[in-house]
């Protein structure tokens, strides 16, 4: 009967959620609420609102679809949450950006591709998420669509152009695209854990660009963020209550690539590819730490031998899973990696007048927290 009572709650609260936000949408869509944001400089603050809004909106729809379809994760012994819960959250969050974008007509022909990428990118996790695709087959896609990326000119510059300079710059980029789109795929575990760090690296990321003079990169990552906090609410929330929604494998592939693309656009510094590389590595420095951590503790230890292996291993030793065995909390580990990430992102934004010897001394102290974290981490067990 409590049960029944929790359920009820539920769907009173999300529904009215649902309605606040279809409300503030079409207010929102009016004209001359659309000029009054832009005319008064503000035009970041109407993309942030349309984006947290639509998410907002549309989770609560994602969550009844999502169960009228059978799109659900069931629980299983390497899964924490009890109870079958909806994995389609990141369509509403993909909306959520997608809207906000194409109603403040900022994409340019770069931004075009990659959000055309991300979609697809979208398509394939939802099918995955409801039909258990192969590995090889979703890297596939990842690679196809960072593919079309680096086809449209985004591309890391880190070596100059020349036939050797330009084949390592698409590796590289071709790296970095596919590694943080995985690594962020493999942090969504927990509750709340990757809506949540993609809201707080969007947040710096979009802080990073005002400083550097990059509106147009700025608007595109707070839409992220927007979208992000307004899916935020249902999948993080109070007291032991669990996830009323997963953003499944198509948000996280989503997020995690388009992040990864819009550190790749941006210029984060003036004729200094050493600091203009260290300021998305500062950002998603959990996600690199977790992502090289994991790799070399399974070579090292004969878990994955092969690249097959190790793209089909599925485990619990990512940092979310390491801290929460370490602190006895699931809460208490996401918020000490939100906590983290907020001290690398600050980090980031020191960067903005840095020369190379400043960008170098905070990429190793970053080095040294994560190292100072996995030194804790053993000596707990």
């Known amino acids: 009967m409590a049960m029944k009572q929790d359920d009820q709650d539920e769907t009173g609260w999300t529904r009215w959620l649902a309605l606040s ?35 907002l909106a549309l989770t609560p729809v994602m969550i009844r679809l999502g169960r009228q379809w059978g799109l659900v994760d069931q629980p299983s012994e390497r899964k924490i949450h009890r109870k079958p819960t909806p994995r389609i959250g990141g369509v509403a969050v993909y909306l959520g950006f997608a809207g906000a974008v194409l109603a403040n007509s900022v994409l340019l022909s770069d931004m075009g591709t990659i959000l055309l990428a ?9 099918w995955d998420d409801a039909s258990e695709l192969p590995a090889w087959g979703k890297l596939a896609a990842q690679m196809l669509a960072s593919g079309l990326v680096i086809y449209s000119g985004v591309l890391l510059h880190l070596l100059p152009q020349g036939p050797v300079g330009n084949v390592i710059n698409v590796f590289l980029t071709f790296l970095w695209i596919v590694g943080i789109t995985n690594a962020f795929n493999f942090f969504d575990g927990m509750d709340g854990l990757a809506a949540g760090t993609a809201m707080l690296m ?15 990169l700025a608007w595109l990552a707070v839409a992220i963020t927007g979208a992000s906090l307004g899916f935020f609410p249902y999948n993080f929330r109070t007291g032991q209550k669990p996830a009323l929604i997963f953003l499944g494998d198509g948000g996280s592939t989503f997020l995690g690539f388009t992040l990864a693309c819009l550190a790749v656009k941006g210029n984060w510094a003036d004729n200094n590819p050493i600091v203009s590389f260290s300021n998305p590595l500062l950002i998603f420095g959990v996600l690199i730490y977790d992502m090289i951590h994991i790799t070399v503790e399974r070579i090292v230890t004969g878990k994955v031998g092969t690249i097959k292996e190790w793209i089909d291993y599925v485990g619990t030793d990512h940092l979310h899973h390491r801290l929460a065995r370490v602190l006895g909390s699931k ?3 996401v918020d000490v990696i939100f906590a983290l990430t907020i001290c690398l992102g600050l980090s980031a934004i020191v960067l903005r007048n840095a020369d190379t010897r400043d960008a170098i001394l905070l990429l190793a102290q970053a080095a040294l927290i994560v190292i100072l974290i996995t030194i804790l981490e053993r000596r707990a067990h």
């Open 21 to 55: 936000g279809f409300c503030t949408i079409l207010v929102l869509l009016l004209p001359p609420v659309r000029e009054f944001f832009f005319i008064e400089g503000i035009r970041w603050l109407y993309i942030f609102l349309l984006a947290f809004t639509t998410s």
């Open 118 to 126: 991300g979609s697809l990118l979208l398509v394939v996790g939802v």
């Open 202 to 216: 969007a947040f710096f990321m979009g802080l990073v660009a005002y400083e550097t003079d990059q509106p147009a």
């Open 331 to 333: 809460r208490a580990s």
